[in-house]
């Protein structure tokens, strides 16, 4: 698993938009727009996951205009940055000193490299190990053989 913080987003974000665009951002702002949301703080704190696709989470400044960057559209982002991949997306606004929250994010990204195999093919592959003499790939194999077998 790869944990991505503030800082690692918003680079991810930026290149994005930039390649998608075809315009550099001249800055990406953290937004704390939430009056409709307030129902979202808990303890001065408001946080943002996955489920909150809707949400403004950034202003995206451009030289002659700002365009609002959505949830979805950070998630779409590391996703192009990330294929094959489970991502995990949190914004954090803090509120406990007033209106202009600081603001974190960070990004929890799994990656699918487990394929998913057939009975008959892990036993090839079972005996393939044995071929092999590799008894760590063996008990691994067998270990999984099982796990399939079983369910």
């Known amino acids: 698993m ?3 913080e503030t800082q690692d987003i918003l680079n991810i974000t930026r290149k994005q938009i930039a390649g998608i665009f075809k315009m550099e951002p001249v800055e990406l702002k953290f937004v704390n ?6 129902y979202l703080l808990t303890n001065d704190k408001l946080h943002l ?3 909150h696709y809707w949400a403004k989470v950034m202003d995206c400044v451009f ?3 700002v365009r609002p960057v959505l949830m979805c559209e950070v998630l779409y982002f590391l996703r192009n940055e990330f294929l094959e991949s489970d991502i995990k997306l ?3 606004y803090d509120f406990a000193e007033g209106s202009e929250g600081e603001a974190a994010a960070s990004a929890e990204i799994s990656f699918k490299d487990s394929p998913d195999l057939q009975p008959d093919e892990i036993a ?5 190990a ?4 590799d008894k760590q790939w063996f008990e691994e194999l067998t ?3 099982k796990q399939v077998t079983v369910q």
Do not use: P, V
């Open 2 to 4: 790869l944990r991505l």
């Open 124 to 128: 090839e592959l079972i005996d393939f």
């Open 33 to 38: 727009d939430y009056q409709g949301e307030q």
């Open 63 to 65: 030289e002659n205009h």
């Open 90 to 92: 949190m914004f954090s």
């Open 143 to 145: 270990a999984k053989y």
């Open 49 to 51: 996951s996955n489920q």
């Open 130 to 133: 044995l071929t092999l003499q």
